[in-house]
């Protein structure tokens, strides 16, 4: 088994909300790990925290009051850092109603360590790529010149000539028509679908350790995205790359994932090998899961124009505390066995597998 | 590699042409037309009305081209205009134009030394502010900025004069006369300069402005995705967060700052087109009034021609191409 390249722990991100006047709980205690040369795909509706999750890993939170806490382990070259390292420092922790919260005092401070401690991480050894990739590029600055500040901030190259060589060789590695001329194109003359390549090839030119992939397809036609996923499929293969996934598209998470979590309200709900968690056969899966994996059409039933089967009902608010399982309302397959503890406890992350993890009372 | 395509700025410079053109035969008819509505009479510079038999009056109205119908002495300056004679001023009698190059050089310093200077001030306050990190210090510098706009600029001047002159003796007062003798140096230019730069007025607008573009501009995608590279979230936000913002501010009070300019003029007896514009509304000197309405004019759509060509250099979908590291 490879290494980890990241190791994420307990990691909450709360934002304050002043007109309710309590803490929206996007991300809730949320562990993975990612090992070197895998993809992990995480999947959940809208609004259930996977792209806060992952902007959090990269420091890129800092508007508003709110809360992060938690343990981000990085490894690199055997060397391990913790890029929240010394949060604590610069927080003061205060309680209500018995809930511990725990509110940054010194938000400039931790802002500026935050910089010191993202310096040389950022765009080297984590890169992102984000979702409308159209807004997500400088519309002022040619795509040439954007991809070669990438390569000259990290790959030690100080020549622009020969960065944007380099820019070229990337443009041509994500399927661009004559690369050397779309360098001296702005962003508004691309399609969308060029503007996720260009975004793609500008994240991988400093050839970082792990790719945070933020809905990649979000935004594309849908011929489009099957092309982009086709390529990262490619890509990943080509350049043994780790990825961080983060999508609502079930069907991108079965292409490109190796493993899944789940996420649900702020929580993580299942995690585990996609082979588990995808296997028809497998006798046990969250239910959350098992109404995702149900929402995805077949080909028959577009024939016979089925109605669609989404899941009834909105993903919940994260700024109730619950003190049940988050599911509960729209759960279908709570019996009159469990449904009393699913109510009044959360259940915790249980071992169902090796590897394979859900938080579900149905799993005891 | 730059390139830059020029037709389209051409094109661009030749319509703001076009366009100059006429603005500024309107606002001759506009200012010609208001200065034979208004009371007063050129002639008194010369002499008693009252007093002074009618027929050296009659004499001196045909001397000057005041006794012809209004319509027709309109047309007459713009035919010697057309020729390039921008008249000769009632007052002393030559030739406006020269005169006019001359203080308008001292204006033309005055003006934009003190933009600079409102610049200095507005940028970094506005800088530090859209960044929210420090609440205190940013609401602080920015009821500074607005203190300093709420001061105007006749006061400031002569508690400037005050203090730096009379009392510490730091800086020499212009003395009238000045100009012309070897006395004038550069050290005239410091305490107007500064306080048309610090009372025009426009450092709040430019601060709420630029900061409310900069916030914008700080929260886009594209910004987020710099820093998630790794590079400089200033230099990705430089062109449409701050030099855009900055030039539109620019263009947009030079009128003010002319304004400005005269009261500044007045106080420092600074010898600019200010002044000169003051003492020509006194005296009905018409031609001269015309001369300086027509430079003003200018100058203010030399500023919006700037303002519309910074755009097209920077705004790669208006004015293709013209990037810049």
């Known amino acids: 088994m490879s290494e980890e390249i990241l190791k994420v722990e307990d990691l909450r991100t709360y934002f304050y909300s002043y007109t309710k006047e309590a803490f929206i709980r996007s991300v809730d205690s949320v562990s993975f790990s990612i090992r070197k040369g895998e993809v992990l795909g995480i999947v959940g509706e809208s609004g259930c925290g996977k792209s806060v999750a992952a902007q959090s890993i990269l420091g890129l939170i800092t508007d508003g009051p709110g809360i992060i806490s938690g343990n981000i382990f990085l490894t690199r070259n055997d060397k391990t850092v913790n890029l929240l390292d010394g949060l604590s420092d610069y927080a003061s922790i205060r309680t209500k109603r018995k809930a511990i919260l725990e509110i940054s005092k010194d938000i400039s401070g931790w802002l500026k360590r935050s910089e010191s401690l993202m310096k040389g991480i950022r765009g080297k050894v984590i890169s992102m790529i984000f979702q409308n990739p159209k807004s997500a590029l400088n519309p002022f600055i040619t795509v040439g010149d954007q991809i070669s500040e990438s390569i000259m901030l ?23 028509d004559s690369p050397s001329m779309r360098l001296y194109d702005y962003p508004h003359g ?24 933020d809905e990649p397809t979000t935004g594309l036609d849908v011929t489009i995205q099957t092309k982009i996923v086709e390529l990262l499929k490619k890509l990943r293969e080509e350049l043994a790359l780790t990825i961080l996934l983060i999508t609502h598209d079930m069907n991108v998470i079965m292409q490109l994932a190796d493993r899944i979590a789940v996420m649900y309200g702020g929580r993580i709900v299942e995690y585990g090998l996609k082979k588990e968690i995808m296997d028809s056969n497998s006798f046990i899966r969250h239910p959350y899961t098992i109404a995702l994996l149900n929402s995805i059409p077949t080909i028959g039933e577009i024939k016979a124009k089925e109605r669609l089967r989404a899941i009834k009902g909105d993903v919940p608010d994260t700024i109730t505390l619950y003190r049940g399982c988050r599911f509960y309302e729209r759960c279908t397959l709570k019996n009159d066995r469990i449904k009393k503890r699913c109510k009044e406890a959360e259940p915790e992350m249980i071992e169902i597998g090796t590897g394979h993890y859900m938080r579900c009372w149905l799993a005891e | 590699m730059k390139f830059i395509l020029w037709k389209p700025i051409l094109k661009l410079v030749l319509r703001e042409f076009f366009i100059a053109v006429f603005l500024l035969l309107g606002v001759s008819i506009v200012i010609f037309s208001i200065l034979h509505l208004a009371p007063g009479d050129p002639l008194h510079i010369f002499i008693n009305i009252q007093t002074q038999n009618p027929e050296d009056v009659a004499l001196l109205k045909r001397e000057l081209g005041l006794d012809r119908a209004i319509p027709i002495q309109y047309l007459s300056w713009l035919n010697k205009l057309l020729h390039g004679n921008f008249g000769n001023s009632f007052r002393t009698g030559k030739p406006v134009f020269g ?13 934009i030394g003190s933009m600079i200077v409102t610049l200095l001030i507005a940028i970094p306050i506005a ?17 500074f900025a607005y203190i300093l706009s709420a001061l105007p600029v006749f006061y400031l001047g002569y508690i400037v004069i005050y203090i730096f002159t009379k009392k510490f003796n730091l800086f020499p007062f212009l003395p009238s006369g000045a100009v012309s003798s070897s006395k004038f140096n ?20 430019i601060v709420r402005h630029l900061k409310m573009q900069l916030e914008r501009v700080l929260s886009e995608d594209y910004i987020k995705a710099a820093k998630a590279k790794g590079a400089s979230i200033w230099r990705h936000s430089f062109k449409e967060g701050i030099l855009i913002p900055v030039t539109t501010m620019v263009a947009a009070k030079i009128p003010f700052i002319l304004g400005g300019a005269v009261v500044v003029e007045q106080v420092f007896n600074w010898p600019g087109m200010g002044r000169l514009a003051w003492q020509a509304a006194l005296d009905r000197d018409y031609p001269v009034i015309m001369g300086i309405t027509l430079f003003a004019a200018v100058f203010v759509h030399v500023g919006r021609l700037t303002q519309t060509l910074v755009f097209a250099f920077v705004n790669p979908q208006t004015g293709e191409k013209g990037e810049g590291d």
């Open chain 1, 154 to 176: 990290h790959k030690g190259i100080q020549a622009k000539k020969e960065a944007m060589a380099i820019a070229s060789k990337w443009l041509e590695r994500v399927q661009i």
């Open chain 2, 186 to 205: 550069l050290i005239y230019f410091f305490l107007p300069i500064m306080v048309l730069g610090v009372g025009n007025g426009s450092i709040s607008e």
């Open chain 1, 190 to 213: 691309l399609s969308g679908g060029m503007c996720q390549r260009v975004m793609i090839a500008m994240a991988l030119s400093s050839e970082p350790s792990l790719l945070i992939a």
């Open chain 2, 127 to 143: 800088v530090i502010s859209s960044l929210r990190r420090h609440p205190v210090l940013s609401w602080g510098l920015t009821l």
């Open chain 2, 99 to 111: 005169e006019l190059i001359k203080v308008g050089v001292n204006t033309l310093m005055l003006t």
